[in-house]
């Protein structure tokens, strides 16, 4: 593999195509059009791209169970880069699915040494922004959670530290509790399955998580104790680590099927029908009967100044409960596309695509397509002048804050009782 990628690392570039193909990503435009009504970062392309993403797009038009589940890790106060998943997992609570975010504190403590006690700190915060944001659904610790780690344990059994290196890059200096961590991440990605059913599982991430996402796919896989293959006129049940009841519990609920030595082979079944009744009958007998999860990808929003939003560079982005005074002035004083000077920005227009006030309206700040569609069609004629555009952004910035900071207030209750 030439391109590593880094889950815990905020200094990377990625090359979107070559990543796409590398690694099996589909763009969201093959599912888009199957969506009624998308959000915003649907529609405007903020989710670029998505793996195994057909399940849950059925599930939200049938009105069938699905899961979706995220994680923050509490390693600082939350801040406008977290902004996007969390709309994105209260987007698809409201959709239908079954809502958990993780707390991922024993990844922050074993990962970025974040003491307990600053990561409860940091986690009311993020759990105040989604509960503002209308979030519905479970929160929990991964600390705190006894079924997140006991599946944690069985999914590492089904790891080994070649997994890991070639995954993640992992080596002799490696700590065992950053290991660990990884378990805990794949059994947070399985968890609900395990609380609330099989059903399929969307994780919304940014594409540096990719990671996390296929290594859960091919433990879920492993968890499995069938496949289930379409054949020309019947569907074969085949065990991989089944015991003998569970074959012959297949063989009896389908009436007419062949039990052979290792598979149950079900003629003029349908597939979907035998796929779900298997996957019960895997969990009456000790298994969990997982759906792989899937993704969405969507691209990093700029910092304020271009380049990476980190929260170790501070003018790149802000808290929601930093001063105004100081939002004010990371946005007046952004990295715009606009020209050298006013005269050439008359004659030649600015570049919005370049311009991190513009992408900050793209992404958060501006809900209506048709004025955004102005505010990029004047900057490019040469009619909207960058201190203007700033000082409108200020403005739409300050709204959002006020009605955000009041909804937080408002939800604290919740957070106390988590």
């Known amino acids: ?28 435009e093959t599912v888009l059009e199957h969506i009624p009504d998308p959000p915003v970062f649907l529609r405007r392309g903020i989710v670029i791209g998505q793996r195994d993403y057909r399940p849950i797009v059925e599930a939200m038009n049938t009105g069938a169970p699905f899961h979706v589940l995220t994680g923050f890790m509490p390693s600082g106060h939350p801040h406008l880069g977290h902004l996007m998943v969390m709309k994105e997992v209260v987007w698809h609570v409201r ?10 504190d024993r990844e922050a403590h074993a990962v970025r040494n974040i003491s307990w006690d600053k990561c409860d700190e940091y986690a009311r915060e993020y ?23 006991d599946l944690a344990f069985e999914a590492a059994i089904k790891m ?34 395990t609380d609330a059913g099989p059903a ?3 994780v919304p991430v940014g594409l540096d998580q990719d990671p996390h996402i296929r290594l859960t796919r091919d433990v879920a896989f492993k968890l499995r104790m069938f496949t289930v293959e379409q054949r020309d006129g019947y569907v074969s049940v085949r065990s991989k680590n089944a015991p003998e009841a569970a074959l012959a519990a297949v063989h009896k609920a389908f009436a007419g099927s062949k039990k052979y030595e290792g598979h149950v082979d079900i003629p003029g079944a349908p597939y979907d029908e035998v796929s779900t009744r298997v996957r019960f009958i895997e969990i009456d007998h000790g298994g969990y009967g997982f759906y792989s999860p899937s993704a969405t990808y969507h691209y990093f929003m700029p910092g304020l100044q271009g380049g990476k939003m980190s929260s170790s560079i501070p003018e790149s982005s802000f808290g929601f409960c930093d001063p105004d005074k100081d939002i004010k002035k990371k946005v007046m004083s952004a990295l715009t596309g606009g020209r050298m000077t006013l005269e050439e920005q008359k004659r030649l227009g600015g ?17 209506d397509d048709g004025e955004l569609a102005e505010v990029h069609r004047a900057c490019r004629a040469g009619e909207l002048m960058c201190g203007t ?28 009782g988590d």
């Open 1 to 28: 593999m030439e391109q590593e990628m880094n889950p815990w690392s905020a200094n990377q570039s990625i090359d979107t195509e070559k990543f796409f193909t590398e690694f099996g990503i589909e763009p969201i």
């Open 95 to 104: 959709q239908g699915g079954n809502g958990y975010v993780a707390v991922a």
């Open 127 to 149: 759990l105040k922004c989604l509960y503002a944001l209308g979030y519905e659904g479970q929160t929990y610790y991964q600390s705190r959670n006894a079924g997140v780690k």
């Open 160 to 193: 080994n530290f070649s997994d890991l290196q070639a995954i993640y890059g992992f080596g002799q200096e490696t700590a065992l509790a950053h290991a660990m961590s990884v378990a805990t991440q794949v059994a947070d990605i399985l968890y609900p399955q």
């Open 200 to 202: 399929p599982t969307i």
């Open 351 to 367: 570049e919005p695509d370049k311009c991190s006030v513009y992408l900050l309206n793209l992404f958060h700040m501006c809900e």
């Open 389 to 416: 555009c700033k000082k409108a952004t200020w403005e739409r910035v300050r709204e959002f804050l006020a009605d955000f900071r009041e909804k937080m207030d408002e939800v604290e209750h919740k957070v106390d």
